[in-house]
């Protein structure tokens, strides 16, 4: 990401986010918002009829529309288990490295007392604050945390805000990791079990080692390697399940669920008849803190 400006993969999420509601019959996940949150470039081409035709065809959605599959499935993954957290109490939600999700204008009123913190970096805030502010005024249980993830830990950002660290929380950070090594996963992760409360729950997606995967996911996974690389965003984060799942766990998590890509598409994309599915490539993971 470059200095002035929002994540790229930010807006290009954000995209597929705009153009999975706008065309698809019985949207996996709805984001009304998301057309006006991603960049100028990205509303051209989902204006564009040829573009709109090609990223909606079943070649398309068979072979590179996993990455449609992939963003609109972690969105809602993560927000159906949000949703069974707030009606056990949980009354914190915190979006590590927010982007452009827009829970603050679809979901922030109808609970309002949910505490929301977007942690993320000061240009994708200020660029995302200003799309923001065409809706009217930012509902007042959202708070915008920032961090520069190079330089600070999420426990320090989150220490500065009204987080409050007794009471039990729930975490999504998605769409990350795969732009970070290992290490700093796992670095981040020791940080939310540093500050969270007992019984907070961290939803995550991660990235397979690509050298596991064959086909036209191995194919996809390279592309999308080239295509961030493009972005200046490039992927750096792979994973072994049962590796990572050790890790964690010498952290102080139990994993409450290892869902894979296989298990997403049946969950969410079964019997579609646009055909789009989750990829392989990558799982969702469901922790919670002892």
């Known amino acids: 990401m470059k200095e002035g400006q ?3 993969t930010a807006e290009a999420a954000a995209a597929l986010r705009a153009n999975h509601f706008q065309n698809a019959k019985n ?6 918002f998301a057309f006006e949150l991603t960049s100028k470039g990205w509303k051209k081409l989902l204006t564009t009829p040829l573009t709109v035709k090609v990223m909606n065809s079943s070649v398309f959605n068979r072979t590179l529309g996993l990455l449609t599959g992939q963003v609109v499935g972690r969105s809602r993954y993560a927000e159906d288990l949000l949703q069974q957290a707030i009606l056990k109490g949980t009354q914190q939600y915190v979006l590590v ?7 603050t204008l679809r979901q922030a009123q109808q609970y309002p007392n949910l505490r929301i913190f977007e942690v993320d970096h000061p240009d994708t805030q200020a660029a995302k604050q200003k799309k923001l502010s065409q809706f009217g005024e930012i509902p007042a249980n959202v708070e915008f945390v920032a961090i520069d993830f190079e330089k600070e830990s999420t426990a320090d950002a989150l220490a500065r805000s009204g987080f409050k660290q007794d009471q039990a929380a729930f975490f999504s950070w998605l769409g990350t990791t795969h732009y970070l090594e290992p290490q700093t996963t796992l670095n981040t992760l020791q940080s939310i079990a540093n500050i969270a409360a007992a019984k907070s729950e961290v939803v995550m997606d ?3 080692d690509y050298r596991e995967l064959s086909g036209i996911e191995r194919f996809g996974s390279l592309f999308v390697s080239q295509f961030t690389r493009f972005l200046k965003e490039p992927l750096k984060g792979q994973f072994r399940p049962k ?17 894979s890509g296989i298990g997403l598409t049946e969950r969410y ?3 579609r008849p646009d055909q789009i599915r989750h990829t392989i490539a990558t799982h969702m993971l469901h922790l919670r803190l002892d």
């Open 269 to 271: 994309f079964q019997a």
């Open 97 to 103: 490295g927010a982007g452009l999700d827009s829970f």
């Open 243 to 259: 590796i990572l799942h050790q890790s964690v766990n010498q952290l102080g998590y139990k994993v409450a669920e290892d869902l």
């Open 206 to 208: 991660y990235s397979i």
């Open 27 to 32: 949207p996996v996940f709805s984001d009304p």
């Open 6 to 8: 929002s994540s790229r």
